[in-house]
């Protein structure tokens, strides 16, 4: 099977590997919050509070970041691949990937405000923000997939 762009053949590895990372970092984007919880429930400078913290910074140090990267990485190859920069599905795409990086980067930074014991987002808030990978992970499929 000879495939066309840059990628040729290993396009579809490419694609497989893209798509795996998403996984992982669609995961990580659905468990921070989650940890944000239950990690609210926990007395500041407790030894709870400690494991929380240790916690949030191995799945942002593992899986988050690492994820994001690479998803970037291989995300771009693939755009640049295919040349998809004037196709209205791909803009939308791109888009929300954006946003959802912004909220990745959110997120770090309220890993660290709980860090320093700053518990600025009420419980109810936390578990809101938890439906906003739900919600662009559906639109991006639906975008990728349908290509309206």
């Known amino acids: ?21 998403v996984i992982f970092l669609m995961a990580g984007l659905f468990m921070m919050p989650r940890f944000f919880v239950y990690h609210h429930q926990a007395p500041v400078g407790s030894d709870e509070d400690k494991k929380w913290i240790e916690r949030e910074d191995r799945l942002r140090r593992i ?22 920069w004037r196709e209205g599905w791909f803009i939308a795409k791109l888009l929300l990937v954006i946003a959802l990086s912004g909220y990745h980067g959110w997120m770090i930074g309220y890993f660290k405000k ?30 990728v997939v349908v290509r309206p």
């Not at 099977?1 to 990372?21: D, S, Y």
Request: proline share 4%; charged share 15%.
């Open 1 to 21: 099977m000879e495939l066309a762009g840059f990628l040729g053949a290993t396009m579809l590895w490419i694609k497989a590997a893209h798509i795996i990372f």
């Open 114 to 143: 709980l860090k320093k014991g700053e518990r600025p987002l009420s419980e109810k808030q936390l578990r809101m923000l938890n439906e906003v990978p739900g919600v662009a992970a559906a639109i991006i499929v639906i975008l």
């Open 63 to 84: 899986i988050l970041n690492p994820s994001l990267i690479i998803v970037w990485i291989f995300g771009l190859m693939l755009a640049f691949n295919g040349d998809y």
